[in-house]
C-alpha cells in the first residue's frame, strides 16, 4: 500500500495518455481521499461492535417479553416501558441514584478542586503528594466497598463504635436510606475525589502564572486569586469532570451492590434503601426476575436519564460562566468506569 | 502534535496485528482425539466432593475435575448459571441446581442433557421418591437433574451460651424444651432474662423460612403456590400460620437482627453473639466454617420445634452445551451414587437423598466432633425418609425473596407486622407477574 503522505495535492501528470501514470494518478487521489477514514475506522468499528449494537439490541429486546432462558420471545412493543413508568420501585430506585448522585458528586468536585489547589502550590515532595491522591483510585471497587461494608456495620462497624465514644447512638446505616446514602457516597469519595484533583491540577497548570504575579500586585489575597482567575479559567475543565461524574455517578453499581451483603443483595436492603437504577436493571434483568426485556427497558431509560442531566450540566455551568467553548483546554481521555 | 509516516505504518500494524491476534484467540482449545479431558463442575457452597474427584480421577486417569463457585453463596451463582444458560457457553459440564431454582430452569428444559436418555431411569431406586420426582419435567418425559442432598431440620445452639443462662445443656434435655415453636420462644424469653449479653436467634428469616417449609409440608405440601401453580400466598393458611409464630417470635425481642448470609452474620458466628439457629442438614458445615475452629465443642444440635420438614438440597444436572457430556453423565451418577452421597456427608454434612446412604453405618451411625459429637446420623437421618416435601411454583425464588424481605423488615423495626403483611402479599404478586 502507498500511502500519501504529504498533505500537498499531487501534481497533475504533464503528459495525458500515460495510461500507467493515469492509474497512479487515480491511485494517490483515492488514497488522500479515502485513506484518512481507513485510519480512524478502528475506533468505529469497535465502537460498533461493542457500542453502537448492543445499544440498538438492548432497545429491540426491551420491545419483548423476553425470558432469559426461553428461546420464544414474545414481541410486545411499549408495554416495557408503560410497565417501567407506573412502577414505583422504578421511581424508588431513580430516587435512590439521584440522591446519590447529589450527595457524593458535590462535595467530591469542591473536594477536589481544594485539593488541586494545594497541589498547586510549591510543597516539598511534590511529585510524591501528587501520586498520593490517585492512591485510592488505583484499589478494586469491590475491595473499598467490602471494607467500608464492615466500617458502617450496625453492631461491629468502627463508624458505629466512633459516634458511641462521642455520644450519638449506633445509627443502621444499611436500613435507613438517607444513612445509607451517605455511607455509599463516602464511599465513592474516598475512590474519585483525588482522580479529580489530578484533572483539575493539570488543567491549572495551564494558567499563566503572570496572571497570579499581577493580581498579586494588585493586592488580590489568594482566595480572592483562586475564585476570580483559577475558577473561571477551570471552567471547561469543571465541565468535563462534571459530566464525567454525572455518567459515572448515574451508573452507579459496584458500591452499592458490595455494601449490602446477604440473601438477596441486589436489591439494596429489605426495604431498597439503596437500590440505584442499574442494581434495578440487574434485579429485573437477572437473578430473580430474569426478565430481559424489563432490564433492557430500565437500561434504555438510564440511558436517557443521563443524556438529561448531562445535558442539564452543560446549560447550568454555560449560564453560570459564560464560558462558550469547552474545548479550549486539552482534557484528559481516560474513561471513567466503575 | 507533528504526524510521523512512521507512526502511520505502526498504526496499521498494531491493527493488522490486532485482528490477526482476536482471530487467533477464536481457536478451539481442545485437545487432540483421545486425549485427556477437562470435566469443570460449578457448585455453591459446600458440597464436599474434593476427596470423591481424586478417587474418580484415579480411576478414570483420562479425566481431570476441576470445581468452581467453592464456598460462593446461590445469590452469585444462579444469575451466573442462567447467563452461561442463555449465551450457550461458559456453563461447566456439571452444574449444581437448588431445589428452590430447579422449577424454572425445568421451565425451559431444552437447556440441559436429558439423563433418562443416559440410562438414568434405572437409578430410580437410590433416591427417595419424591427427590426423584423433582428431578422430572411436568409431563415426566425429561430427567434434568439427579439429587444430591435433602434439608432435614435440627435446631443448633451454643451449650456455652445456654449454660450461661442457666438453661439445660445436654441435647435431649435441650430438646425437651421446646415440642413446639411456643415452647421455643418460652425458652428464650427465660434465656433473654439471663442478660449473657447474646441474643436467642440470630434473625428472624432463616427461622420463619423453616417454620414455614415445616407447616406447609405438614399440611397441604406447598407454600407459596399450590399444585396448580397459582400463588396463595395470601389464602394459604400454612404461611399466615408461619407469618404468625415469626411475629411472636420477633414481638418477645428473641431476634439478634443479623440478617442471614451478611457479614455481620458471619461476625455474630465468630462473637458468639447468639445461641439458637435453625438448622437443616447442610446448615453444620456453615456454622461450622463461620465460628471457626476456636467454638468447637461449643455448638451441639437437638431436634427442631415442631415437626420435622426439609429445606434445600441440590441436583447435578448437565447442560446440554457442555462437549463431553458422555462422561459429564457418568461423573453426575458417581457423585449422586450412595457412595458419593456418604462421601459428601462425612466431608460436609450435605444429608444423602439416596435411601441406601441413609441406613449406611456410616451415615447412620455418625457423629460430628465438631458439634460436641452429636449423633448427626441419629438427629437427620433417622427423619430424612419420612420428610415431606414442599411443592415450589414457577416463581417460587422472586416470591420467596418479597415474604422473606416482609420479615425482615418487622426484624429491623421498619415496619409493623400488619403493614409487613400487606407488603408480602402485594410485592409477591407483584413478583410473580414479572
Not at chain 1, 492509474?23 to 483515492?30: F, G, N, P, T, V
Not at chain 1, 458535590?106 to 515532595?125: E, H, T
Amino acid at each position: 500500500m502507498s500511502v500519501q503522505l504529504d498533505a500537498r495535492p499531487p501534481v497533475r501528470p504533464a503528459v495525458r495518455g500515460s495510461a500507467r501514470q493515469l492509474w497512479e494518478y487515480r491511485l494517490s487521489r483515492l488514497d488522500e481521499k479515502y485513506s484518512p477514514y481507513l485510519y480512524i475506522a478502528p475506533f468505529f468499528l469497535l465502537f460498533g461492535v461493542f457500542g453502537a449494537y448492543p445499544l440498538a439490541y438492548t432497545f429491540w429486546v426491551s420491545l419483548h417479553d423476553w425470558d432469559l432462558l426461553a428461546t420464544e420471545h414474545q414481541f410486545v412493543g411499549g408495554e416495557n416501558y408503560s410497565r417501567l413508568l407506573a412502577d414505583p420501585d422504578f421511581w424508588h430506585s431513580l430516587t435512590n441514584t439521584l440522591g446519590i448522585f447529589v450527595i457524593s458528586t458535590v462535595p467530591q468536585l469542591l473536594g477536589a478542586l481544594w485539593l488541586a489547589s494545594l497541589l498547586n502550590r510549591r510543597l516539598r515532595a511534590r511529585t510524591t503528594w501528587r501520586m498520593a491522591v490517585l492512591v485510592p483510585n488505583v484499589t478494586s471497587t469491590a475491595a473499598v466497598a467490602i471494607v467500608f461494608g464492615v466500617l458502617f456495620g450496625r453492631q461491629f462497624g468502627m463508624i458505629n463504635w466512633l459516634l458511641d465514644l462521642v455520644g450519638v447512638g449506633a445509627i443502621d446505616w444499611k436500613a435507613n436510606r438517607f444513612a445509607s446514602w451517605v455511607a455509599i457516597s463516602a464511599m465513592v469519595d474516598w475512590r474519585w475525589t483525588g482522580y479529580n484533583a489530578l484533572i483539575f491540577l493539570a488543567a491549572m497548570q495551564a494558567i499563566p502564572r503572570d496572571l497570579y504575579e499581577s493580581a498579586a500586585i494588585d493586592g488580590a489575597s489568594r482566595a480572592r486569586q483562586f475564585w476570580s482567575i483559577t475558577v473561571p479559567l477551570l471552567k471547561p475543565t469543571i465541565i468535563f469532570a462534571v459530566i464525567v461524574s454525572t455518567i459515572g455517578g448515574l451508573q452507579l453499581f459496584t458500591e452499592p451492590r458490595m455494601f449490602h451483603s446477604g440473601t438477596n443483595p441486589i436489591r439494596g436492603g429489605s426495604l431498597r434503601e439503596s437500590q440505584t437504577m442499574t442494581m434495578y436493571m440487574f434485579e429485573n434483568a437477572f437473578a430473580p426476575h430474569y426478565n430481559f426485556g424489563y432490564g433492557s427497558a430500565v437500561a434504555w431509560l438510564l440511558f436517557a436519564l443521563i443524556a438529561i442531566v448531562a445535558a442539564i450540566n452543560v446549560v447550568v455551568l454555560r449560564r453560570l460562566g459564560g464560558v462558550d467553548r469547552p474545548t479550549r483546554t486539552r482534557r484528559p481521555r481516560k474513561e471513567r468506569s466503575r | 502534535m507533528g504526524v510521523f509516516p512512521r507512526r502511520h505504518l505502526a498504526a496499521v500494524a498494531l491493527v493488522a496485528a490486532t485482528a490477526l491476534l482476536t482471530t487467533a484467540g477464536c481457536g478451539g482449545d481442545e485437545p487432540a482425539e483421545g486425549g485427556p479431558i477437562t470435566l469443570t463442575v460449578d457448585i455453591f457452597g459446600q458440597m464436599g466432593y474434593q476427596e470423591l474427584y481424586k478417587e474418580y480421577m484415579a480411576a478414570h486417569p483420562n479425566v481431570k475435575i476441576v470445581e468452581r463457585g467453592t464456598g460462593g453463596t446461590l445469590d452469585e451463582y444462579s444469575p451466573k448459571l442462567t447467563q452461561w444458560l442463555a449465551a450457550g457457553k461458559g456453563a461447566g459440564d456439571v452444574v449444581a441446581i437448588e431445589e428452590g431454582l430447579l422449577v424454572e430452569y425445568k421451565a425451559n428444559p431444552q437447556n440441559f442433557v436429558n439423563l433418562l436418555d443416559h440410562g438414568a431411569a434405572e437409578l430410580k431406586g437410590n433416591f427417595l421418591d419424591w427427590k426423584w420426582d423433582q428431578g422430572l419435567t411436568a409431563d415426566g418425559k425429561q430427567l434434568i437433574g439427579l439429587g444430591t442432598d435433602v434439608g432435614g431440620m435440627a435446631m443448633c445452639y451454643r451449650s456455652d451460651l445456654f449454660a450461661k443462662a442457666g438453661l439445660p445443656t445436654q441435647r435431649d434435655e435441650v430438646s425437651k424444651l421446646w415440642p413446639t415453636w411456643q415452647d421455643y420462644i418460652a425458652t428464650g424469653e427465660k434465656f433473654k432474662a439471663a442478660n449473657t449479653g447474646a441474643s436467642f436467634l440470630d434473625s428472624a428469616t432463616n427461622t420463619f423460612n423453616t417454620i414455614v417449609l415445616q407447616t406447609a409440608g405438614n399440611a397441604q405440601g406447598y407454600h407459596y403456590y399450590d399444585t396448580a401453580n397459582n400463588l396463595v400466598v395470601d389464602s394459604n393458611p400454612a404461611v399466615r400460620q408461619a407469618w404468625d409464630t415469626t411475629m411472636d417470635i420477633l414481638d418477645s425481642g428473641l431476634s439478634g437482627k443479623y440478617s442471614s448470609w451478611s457479614e455481620e452474620w458471619v461476625s455474630a458466628f465468630k462473637q458468639a453473639k447468639f445461641a439458637t439457629i435453625a438448622c437443616p442438614a447442610w446448615m453444620t458445615g456453615v456454622i461450622e466454617g463461620n465460628a471457626g475452629p476456636a467454638a468447637k465443642g461449643k455448638w451441639d444440635i437437638a431436634q427442631v420445634p415442631g415437626n420435622g420438614g426439609n429445606w434445600g438440597g441440590s441436583f447435578l444436572a448437565v447442560p446440554k452445551q457442555s462437549k463431553h457430556q458422555a462422561e459429564a453423565i457418568e461423573l453426575v451418577k458417581f457423585l449422586t451414587s450412595a457412595k458419593g452421597q456418604i462421601g459428601a456427608f462425612k466431608a460436609k454434612g450435605p444429608l444423602p437423598s439416596n435411601p441406601q446412604a441413609l441406613d449406611d453405618p456410616a451415615v447412620a451411625d455418625s457423629t460430628n466432633a465438631y458439634f460436641s459429637d452429636a449423633p448427626v446420623g441419629k438427629i437427620f437421618a433417622a427423619g430424612a425418609k419420612s420428610l415431606k416435601p414442599v411443592y415450589m411454583g414457577p416463581k417460587n425464588q422472586a416470591v420467596r425473596t418479597e415474604v422473606e424481605n416482609a420479615v425482615r423488615t418487622v426484624d429491623l423495626g421498619q415496619r409493623s407486622p400488619e403493614q409487613a403483611w400487606a407488603d408480602a402479599v402485594n410485592n409477591a404478586k407483584k413478583a410473580a407477574a414479572k
